[in-house]
């Protein structure tokens, strides 16, 4: 009897022992980790608690509350998100140093647990969430530069842009007097726009009554919405295998139903060009198809370009009309160098160059909006010197940019909306001008910024031309709700919803 009895405590003094010894380890890891971070090297930063680190003073608005510790800390501080090690610059100078003097140390990619480029193979197959600028890396970058970003392809898309956008200005004159949700609306036009360079088809029917966004934007937006929620695993990353959440889970079921619509649209291609009946117009599948790449990677390549073409465009867009709306002095400004410059009934992207006004009101709705307020998250490939500080091999890196485009050390009055700032200005968004970054800069910069420009600037200077818009229900524009929604893509907290009416003075689209 006693012999059991000491048996069954020995077995329960070896469990807490498997049990606490962990623990223990953990607690001394996070310790040593504490001692590191607060060594005189580390940029400074608030007391990390144990265990969670800095993850309150973070929140629920992580640009708001790291511009309010980086006037208390300085514009380069150090936090701890759970045990990862995170540094944020929040000054122009220490843009520079990250994107440019240090860039080729700060430019691996810090990768959420939730997306599959966090596995090794697919991680080759990636543009956005490429962990290294690898050689796979580079190869893609390329053959996108080549194929849809450069001069040459974007002036063959001009038509394919100039066409959607009538075929919108067409269904906004169905919808007069009717309350059209803008974000939805230019969200399915820049989708379609997309949709026609890359597989030369619409994924969206404008047509639908009810403006149905579609099977695929509708992924995009399920996608955007997975990876912006909050996940345990990025915070400690030995839980990353459990999915506590289940947010892994629910990003590979939509990577699953991604890959059943690209994969019938690319074994049609294949097929059509089996039986010689391809189209003599080329877009960017067969690019891809005539450049060996697995089915795979297109799937991944194309989820990553909807995602960041449709969500940052449609959000510029719309902070842009509802700050003119704001702003009726900037509106009639707009609307007189439309008339001066636009003698057609309709716009081209010849035109759009000529709109100096209407370029410099898009470029301050991205100074005091920006779509990523972080850009994407860099990581540290090895240890370096940042601003006489020591950044660690794998900390997180982050550019505040909605820090930098708010600075009063920078901008006369940052939070009034003037687009005169930027004429007769030499600021450009081509990643060279570190108070003003909307799309980065070096390795990373987005290399698609060229192509949502033209996007954006055709869109905005179309709808002004050929409608006049109010608010509903009489609403005043001064109490319109200014706030962002924080995510992967910082939307308008509440869409902007106009009335369209053909401008008098207009022909009929």
Not at 265 to 290: C, P
Request: glycine share 6%.
């Amino acid at each position: 009897m006693s012999q059991a009895v000491f048996s069954g405590e020995t077995n329960l003094l070896l469990l807490l022992l498997l049990i606490i010894i962990p623990f223990l380890f953990y607690i001394l890891k996070q310790f040593k980790t504490f001692l590191i971070s607060k060594s005189p090297s580390i940029p400074p930063g608030p007391f990390p608690w144990p265990i969670i680190g800095n993850i309150l003073q973070i929140g629920n608005e992580p640009h708001l509350n790291l511009t309010s510790l980086a006037q208390t800390y300085g514009p380069l501080i150090s936090l701890r998100s759970g045990n990862q090690l995170l540094i944020v610059g929040s000054s122009p100078t220490a843009a520079m140093e990250i994107l440019k003097k240090q860039d080729r140390n700060l430019s691996g990619r810090h990768v959420p647990h939730v997306t599959p480029a966090k596995d090794l193979e697919l991680n080759k197959l990636s543009l956005g969430w490429a962990m290294e600028c690898n050689d796979y890396w580079r190869n893609l970058r390329t053959l996108c530069q080549g194929e849809l970003f450069s001069s040459k392809a974007m002036r063959s898309q001009a038509c394919i842009r100039e066409k959607k956008v009538m075929e919108m200005l067409e269904f906004i004159g169905k919808m007069e007097g009717q309350v059209v949700n803008i974000r939805d609306l230019v969200s399915a036009v820049v989708f379609n726009m997309l949709g026609n360079i890359m597989v030369s088809r619409d994924l969206i029917d404008l047509e639908d009554e009810s403006l149905n966004i579609g099977e695929m934007n509708k992924l995009v937006w399920e996608f955007v919405e997975v990876v912006s929620i909050p996940n345990i695993s990025d915070l400690y990353p030995i839980l990353g295998p459990l999915d506590l959440q289940g947010l892994r889970k629910k990003y590979m079921k939509l990577h699953e139903r991604s890959q059943k619509i690209w994969g019938e649209i690319i074994k049609e291609r294949k097929e059509m060009g089996k039986t010689g009946n391809a189209s003599s117009q080329k877009d960017f599948l067969d690019a891809l198809i005539d450049n060996g790449c697995p089915e795979e990677q297109v799937n991944i390549l194309f989820l990553e370009l909807f995602i960041a073409g449709t969500g940052t465009s449609s959000s510029v867009i719309e902070w842009t009309l509802a700050e003119l709306i704001r702003n009726p002095r900037c509106l009639k400004i707009v609307e007189d160098e439309l008339s001066r410059v636009i003698y057609e009934d309709f716009i081209t992207e010849i035109h759009t160059s000529n709109l100096t006004y209407l370029q410099a009101c898009i470029k301050e709705a991205m100074r005091l909006y920006p779509t990523s307020p972080f850009l994407l998250p860099h990581r540290a490939v090895e240890s370096c010197q940042v601003m006489n500080y020591t950044i660690p091999k794998d900390s997180m890196i982050l550019v505040n940019i909605w820090a930098i485009g708010r600075d009063p050390n920078y901008w006369e009055d940052p939070l009034v909306f003037k687009p005169e700032r930027f004429i007769n200005s030499s600021l450009d968004f081509k990643g060279n001008d570190f108070q003003f970054i909307p799309f980065g800069s070096g390795r990373r910069m987005c290399p698609g910024a060229a192509m949502a420009t033209k996007h954006v600037s055709l869109i905005v200077a179309s709808l002004i031309h050929s409608f006049d818009w109010s608010l509903p229900q009489g609403k005043d524009p001064k109490d319109m709700n200014m706030n962002g929604k924080y995510g992967i893509d910082m939307v308008k907290e509440e869409p902007l919803l106009l009335i369209p009416k053909t401008k008098s003075e207009g022909k009929d689209c």
